[in-house]
């Protein structure tokens, strides 16, 4: 069931970027390809984390950072430029509007992660440091990797960390610990004054699916993944619908009622599954659909829904603000 899980998810994580800031310095290149931050000494060194596979020791500051997971979020609340990033395959790859006059990708290679690594072309642009922080496949690559430079993956199991638990790690590797606890409290209060603002999400449901294809959806129903800690630190839970019939991300299309929450979300794949989905009675006749209480994204957006980071959050809480305006003030 986890495996089934880890593939679904790392579906959506192909679906889109991640990101958002608040509250970073400008960056400015520096001449061996990475970026540093200006006015801020680098923590001491060498440093080891311990990871899934074993551990990691980064011996000096890095400089050549390669992102395999949107690290760039968190990299860019130091004004740090990363070497290479994880491309984006829904939209211009780099033009992550969280990003904008925040960190610049457009001399930053862009890598295909969703299919197999082209480790060839991770060796030849000279890592120093490479983040796998939530990159779905690391298992597969990660004594390669390794090889090549410093590689920091995840604890767990890619998606049960949260973006808190992310960000500090990265810091770590890049020894910029307390600079990342700033930006991190940052975004903290952003969350936090969504939900003083909207008092009435406490106790309130959700929902959250992706239509990735005809009669193919993933539900989120794992209380554990990152995907819901947004919307628990908001006051809300998973639907009773969800917890009750979806087994291993898995929900027949003939059981769409199960989607009812307080608050609806489900993201498209295509533009053409959106139409087909609204066609359908079933998904017409959810309570939550036919009072409004749905938000329905593209796939861009649900990929960023789905992994919520430092720099995206504030983004995507504008987006949903509206429709949880509207839970929130419901009966």
Partial sequence: MRK?????????????ALAIAAGCGSSSGSEDGGTASAGTSPGTFPVTLTNKFGSTTIRSAPRRIIALSFEEDTLATL?????AHAKDGYGADGDFPWLKGKLDLSKSTGLEVSGDLNLEQIAGLHPDLILATNFYNLADYYDRLSRIAPTVGYTEDAGIATWQENSTLIGRAVGREADVQKAIAATQKVIDGVKSGLPGLAGRTFSYSYYYEPGGLAVIDDPETVSVQLYSDLGLTLAPGVTANVKDRSLSMEKLDALDADFVLIGYATPALKTEMNANKLFADIPGVREGRVLQVDAFTAGVVNNPTILNIPWQLDRLKPTLTRVSAGS
């Fill in 4 to 16: 089934k899980a880890k593939v679904l998810a790392a579906l959506w994580m192909a679906i889109a």
């Fill in 79 to 83: 004004g740090i430029t990363p070497i």
